[in-house]
């Protein structure tokens, strides 16, 4: 990964952001140290040795410490002892509580206007718009990526980043996505002022000195993040934790590899490794790279015969990716093992195989509905060491959201709601908010799989795409060729769930499960993807399946979690070959009946389950076509119209 000089120019030369803005070439060495210590005044060095960091990371931390003017600069190490000061700094402050009922458990509430990924705030900055959206109709908005012409990121940063950090603390965090110094791995360094930001990210990321070593002569991810505001603070802070909602900007510069966030200290919005540099920014590196990043889980499956097989699956936000990954099967001899629950950086290796690594150290998933019926080994991931953020809280001192109801030893126990009112199981309303999350360690995960840290990934074999459909889509089918496989994963689209700012549930288009996270071209990324298709390959085959489709009495047909088991148990029995027990529809090859294992199952209606309804698809056809023509374009790849254009015609067959 290395950065084109020609790109490091400012963006004009007025205003004093701007002038703060530039970054010094690479070969003004000579200068560096003069001009470095200038930059940082007498902003003093808190805590770490700022004269042994590499001299490219002295000029990035000097140059922000100018523009954003923090109190101090604390270089975080992501020790145990670092973080232990940092939580009771925090508890002192109310930020933070513990939870009693466990091992260094913790709570924090959010300011509610602060709950979630702003998808609608989030901004890619090219020069050339058409590098970050399609060409678009006339008239139509992108809604795969938005883009914001350099000179208006000027204007917007010009306008929030001078000065946001006064009075406050700038932690600088060096991160490795990926294991440390691994040959898929990639270093990053976040400077914010949120310390709830650090401890996340030491769960999430690999936070530890190794990783200035690591970076050697490669570059780093540049992440800044504020949460927007400075002391003395003018407004009423809520639930000790700042934030500036009306304010808010998530803008990528993937050229630059530089990312700046203002004004949430919320998930996605603020943890900079994760969506920001693991998806939007890396997608930009995997392209030109020749490799892949993708909102997937990773699980290893092991079949009562004692033989693996290794999945990914994209599922848009809140759609189940963490349950599949930790699934505990129902049908007898298998075994699921973790190794990644929300991103898969995946390479093909010389032996022609797609490599897959969880590029993350932690789970920050979505708590209601997580309870050891649905999925215990996350129950058991987050018993310590781990941070629940806008769940409720029982009087015992336990966690408690919407899910968990029959698994608290005392049902009448009072609860204080994520909104900090009293609350009890019956009462109208809901206790945790639906975004709320916990974030645990992943080696905490009793099934992570003993190869989640193998810096060359785990072999790939088969790609899941999915979301939530009430209606029309069977539970699972094989599609047709990894040119159909793509075609399908364009036009993926799930019911809206509250990861993102949209309410209601809508079923909205969510290609890839990228929507939110497409960090360029969304043609062009189609086009990788076939491209990434040749004879010496093994290319993964391709499904998709369906845990959420409903009855006429708006009651899901398919029990899900553990059970979902049967369904990987066809999928890789297809994967090994087996011809007889598909069936061939127009959308691709659906189980034949009965050969998915239902023992032990009560009744299931498998006709509604499986059934792909001619008046649904035929009808879909024609939203799929609008949808690709109006989004994409003439970005969208031939093979992939062709795909379309076949599928229609299938469909009018049925
Ligand atoms: P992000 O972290 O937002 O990317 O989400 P995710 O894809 O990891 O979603 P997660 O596994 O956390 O699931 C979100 C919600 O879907 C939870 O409330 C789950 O209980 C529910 N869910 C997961 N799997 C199933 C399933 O098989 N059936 C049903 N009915 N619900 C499920
Ligand atoms: C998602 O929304 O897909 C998440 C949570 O995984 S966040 O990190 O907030 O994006
Ligand atoms: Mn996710």
């Given at each position: 990964m290395s950065v084109d000089p020609n790109l490091l120019t400012p963006y004009k030369n007025t205003g004093a952001a701007n002038a703060s803005l530039r970054q010094i070439s690479e070969?003004?060495?000579?200068?560096v140290n003069e001009v470095v210590m200038k930059r940082l005044g007498?902003?003093?060095?808190?805590?770490?040795?700022?004269?042994?960091?590499?001299a490219k990371v002295q000029r990035f931390i000097a140059e922000k410490a100018e523009l954003m003017r923090p109190r101090g600069i604390f270089i975080c190490d992501g020790s145990q002892h670092e973080a232990d000061e940092l939580i009771d700094k925090l508890i002192e402050r109310g930020m933070l509580s513990k939870?009693?009922?466990?091992?260094?458990n913790y709570i924090c509430r959010t300011?509610?206007?602060?709950?979630?990924?702003?998808e609608s705030k989030t901004w890619m900055v090219t020069k050339n718009k058409y590098d970050t959206v399609t060409h678009t109709k006339e008239g139509v908005e992108p809604i795969m990526g938005h883009w914001l012409a350099p000179e208006d990121l000027a204007t917007e940063l010009d306008s929030r980043?001078?000065?946001?950090?006064?009075?406050r603390i700038m932690y600088v965090i060096p991160f490795s996505m990926?294991?440390?110094?691994?040959?898929l791995s990639k270093i990053g360094i976040q400077l914010t002022d949120s310390n709830y930001v650090v401890l996340s990210m030491r769960i999430m990321t690999r936070v530890n000195n190794d990783v200035w070593d690591a970076l050697g002569n490669q570059d780093f991810v540049r992440c800044i993040h504020s949460v927007g505001l400075p002391r003395p603070v003018k407004q009423r802070v809520i639930n000790h934790w700042p934030c500036n909602p009306e304010r808010v900007l998530i803008a990528h510069r993937p050229p630059e590899r530089e990312i700046w966030s203002f004004g949430s200290g919320y998930g996605g919005n603020s943890l900079l490794?994760?969506?920001?540099?693991?998806l939007r920014i890396a997608s930009n590196i995997a392209k030109d790279e020749g490799w892949m990043a993708e909102h997937m889980l990773i699980m290893g499956v092991t079949r009562p015969c004692g033989r693996e097989h290794f999945i990914a699956a994209a599922f848009p936000s809140a759609c189940g990716k963490t349950n599949l990954a930790m699934l505990e099967p129902t049908l007898p001899g298998w075994k699921v093992r973790c190794v990644g629950d929300d991103i898969a950086w995946m390479k093909f290796g010389e032996d022609g195989r797609l490599y897959a690594i969880n590029?993350?150290?932690?789970f920050f998933g979505?708590?209601?509905?997580?309870?050891n019926k649905t999925n215990p080994m996350a129950v058991a991931t987050f018993q310590k060491n781990s941070i629940f953020t806008n769940v409720a809280e029982t009087a015992n001192g336990e966690y408690f959201w919407e899910g968990l109801e029959d698994e608290i030893?005392?049902?009448?126990v009072d609860i204080t709601t994520w909104l900090g009112e009293k609350w009890h199981i019956g009462?109208?309303?809901?206790?945790?908010?639906?975004?709320s999350r916990f974030a645990a360690?992943?080696?905490?995960?009793?099934?992570?799989?003993?190869?989640?840290?193998?810096?060359?990934g785990v072999p790939i074999e088969a790609i899941i795409f999915g979301g939530r459909r009430p209606?029309?889509?069977?539970?699972i089918y094989e599609t047709n060729s990894w040119e159909h496989g793509v075609f399908t994963g364009s036009c993926l689209k799930s019911e809206a769930t509250a990861a993102a700012e949209f309410t209601g549930k809508t079923v909205m288009h969510d290609p890839m499960a990228m929507r939110p996270f497409m960090g360029y071209n969304f043609g062009k990324y189609l086009q990788h993807w076939l491209d990434?298709?040749?004879?010496s390959r093994k290319m993964p085959k391709i499904y998709h399946v369906n845990w959420f489709r409903k009855d006429s009495n708006n009651k899901f047909l398919w029990p899900g979690f553990g059970d979902n088991i049967r369904v990987i148990d066809w999928i890789i029995r297809r994967l090994d070959g087996?011809?007889?027990?598909g069936v061939e529809t127009p959308i691709g090859t659906v189980p034949a009946k009965?050969?998915?294992?239902?023992?032990?199952?009560?009744?299931?209606n498998w006709d509604e389950l499986m059934s792909v309804p001619a008046d649904y698809w035929k009808q879909d056809a024609q939203e799929i076509r609008k949808f690709l023509d109006e989004q994409v374009g003439e970005d969208l790849p031939e093979p992939v119209r062709a795909e379309m254009d076949a599928q229609e015609k299938r469909v009018q067959t049925l």
């Open positions: 070969d003004a060495f000579y200068v007498h902003v003093p060095i808190l805590k770490g040795d700022f004269h042994l960091l590499p939870l009693e009922a466990y091992e260094n300011d509610p206007k602060d709950v979630a990924r702003v980043f001078p000065g946001c950090m006064a009075g990926g294991p440390v110094g691994g040959p490794g994760k969506k920001c540099f693991a590029p993350e150290a932690g979505v708590a209601p509905g997580t309870s030893a005392d049902k009448n009462e109208p309303g809901v206790a945790a908010h639906p975004n360690p992943a080696n905490q995960c009793p099934i992570i799989h003993p190869d989640w840290e193998s810096p060359q209606q029309g889509v069977p539970l990434l298709k040749t004879d087996e011809q007889e027990i009965g050969s998915i294992n239902l023992e032990g199952l009560g009744e299931v």
